[in-house]
């Protein structure tokens, strides 16, 4: 026969296995092959090593705070806003806990008042001693004192978790503008947007709903502990006990409900966004493959997943709300009894019994005011999880100083030395994408590079552009501007577009640079010339325009090394050879050194050097004359 605790056991196993899935699931890296265990492990120790050298090795406190600090990561996070605006967001704890307090004091005070006057009421001779001024002026200041600190304290509160977030959105950018992390991240473009808005807009519910309500709850509930201690001891522990007991209590069971559901919420809803936003923009791929209906379906089961959710979490909320009520009418109850036991051994008067009654009710509301941020929970720590690492690791530096390459000796423009790339050195036995290279270009050189599709082309500019970080050997390298295979327009008019390239241009450089690129014309044409607005990734130019657009922003750019990877790919042969022969006298005219990634005769017919890759090794170099050049050049497309 199985244990009467074994469906509780397999339940908690269950909830226990849904959390490591979560935890997997959320942005976790996922477990390590041995290689990567070994690479990790290599780094932990060195910085252990460094720590312990310069004699601050982390003690196994330090360790398990870290360790404490990895499962809870909002404790990082609230390093983070404390760090952001340490006084501001202590003053809204202190006018948060000044507000509750009191609306506490009005209500108690309120209470005795009322029954003040009517025991005074019973004789003439005590109503006309009472003392009715200090009161209801009491009560007055109270009203206008918890109105004054509400509103200061919503000011204060709001004004810096915004400034917070501003600051961590910032930081957080800056973090993925690194040439590597920004890669990572265009791999998955719908969970960079989802993050930078949701996840760090869910962050403010950390201080807002989690620990402002908290701290004033706490910090009320030890008051009143204090003023009824006066009364009797027992009461003042008691309250406190029941205080603290009921509302921590039932935040904790409305978190500890809710944390899974609310977190697969947040990933169910970015999940629907994702699928939402390939639906809209592959429509016309989808309704081709006859996949519209299919791609309908399931962003309707993503939909119906949130929805499922959203049910599971206002259960939790109305159990929760059930049980603070009874609580708070138990709590009530209690009160009562205890008001009218002081009134019966005489150690205090019916007044003092109301106050108390009152008091017991104020005191408790504090902490419905956990409710929402608990029913978050889930969401809140996801969020926190997810950004706590690459908010750790920003260092809120511009991106362009991360990626600025040392210059080379004075007569060269490039000069590289074992240059190696991998481009995921830790985690997979994958070749390098570039095994180690020697190169050297001249200033004013015109290079092309040549070679199968994947030998590495584009891995070279990449790194001559500072784009990706040389992890081996030696690079120096001119600054360099680079065109890239896809042509990143803006939603901008031509005019902005172009500006990209130099701010201070005046719009006879901007008809220069098109003329040259070939697109003059074609924008002349349009009704409103440099002004003609653009959409999202140049849309409303064909591509060949496109490509020619950002060709003339190469052309204004002022940097020495200009990089092109296969510059004219889509432009018919007469375009194509008439930009040709623009950009070779733009750069001679210039003396700008060119390097060119390229599959076609045309592109090659430029250089006077040509490099040969394959498998990302470099095979053969030949300068124009030699015959090996001719032999190299002739393997190229044609047109
Ligand atoms: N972001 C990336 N992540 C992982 N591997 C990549 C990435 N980009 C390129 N690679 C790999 O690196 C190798 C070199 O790619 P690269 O784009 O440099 O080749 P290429 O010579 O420019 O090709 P093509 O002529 O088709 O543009 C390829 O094996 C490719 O699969």
Known sequence: MKPASAPVRSHRTARRRAWEDLQNSCGKPAPANGMQRKADFAVNSEAIDRKSQRGDAPSGGMRAA???????????????????????????????????????????????????????????????????????????????????????????????????????????????????????????????????????????????????PAVAALGTAVALAIFTGFLHPLLGIGSLL??????????????????????????????????????????????????????????????????????????????????????????????????GWLVQTGQAGAPVAALLVLLALAASEPFAGLRRGMLELGKTWLAARRLAEPLGHAGGQPATEAVALPPPPAELAVQARQLQYCYWPQSTPLPPALHPLNLEIRRGEHLAIVGPSGCGKSTLLALL???????????????????????????????????????????????????????????????DGLDTWLGEGGLGLSGGQSRRLALARLFLSPQPLWLLDEPTEGLDTATATEVLARLHQQATASGRTLVIATHLQREAALAQRVLHLRHGRLTESAARGQPDFERLTRLLRSG
């Open 66 to 212: 870290q360790r404490v600090l990895q499962t809870f990561p909002w404790w990082a996070m609230l390093r983070q806003f404390f760090a952001q605006q340490r006084k501001p967001l202590l003053l809204g704890l202190l006018l948060a806990w000044c507000t509750t307090l009191m609306g506490c004091m009005l209500l108690g005070l309120s209470g005795w008042f009322i029954t003040s006057t009517a025991i005074a009421g019973l004789s003439t001779a005590t109503a006309l001693m009472f003392d009715v001024f200090t009161p209801s002026a009491s009560i007055r200041l109270l009203a206008l004192g918890r109105t004054a600190s509400r509103y200061a304290e919503r000011l204060v509160t709001h004004d810096a978790t915004l400034a917070v977030l501003v600051a961590l959105r910032e930081k957080l950018f800056h973090g993925w503008a690194r040439p590597e992390a920004a890669g990572s991240l265009q791999l998955r473009p719908a969970r960079l947007l989802f993050r930078l808005t949701r996840d760090l807009d869910t962050l403010e519910n950390l201080y807002l709903r989690l620990l402002v």
């Open 242 to 339: 029941w205080l603290a007991g009921m509302g921590l209590g039932i935040a904790w069971w409305m978190g500890r409900q809710s944390i899974l559901p609310s977190a697969r919420h947040a990933q169910a809803l970015e999940r629907l966004r994702s699928r939402t936003i390939d639906l809209v923009a592959g429509q016309t791929d989808l309704l081709m493959a006859q996949q519209w209906q299919a791609q309908r379906q399931r962003v309707l089961q993503a939909d119906a997943r949130v929805s499922t959710i959203d049910q599971t979490l206002n259960r939790i909320e109305v159990r929760g709300i059930w049980a603070f009520s009874l609580a708070q009418s138990v709590g009530l109850a209690a009160a009562l009894l205890a008001g």
């Open 465 to 527: 552009a500072g784009e990706l970080p040389s992890h081996h050997g030696m690079l120096a390298a001119l600054p360099a501007a680079w065109l890239t295979q896809r042509t990143e327009l803006f939603q901008d008019s031509v005019r902005g577009n172009l500006n990209l390239a130099q701010l201070t241009l005046d719009d006879a450089a901007l008809w220069q640079a098109l003329e040259a690129a070939g697109l003059a014309q074609d924008i002349h044409q349009s009704r």
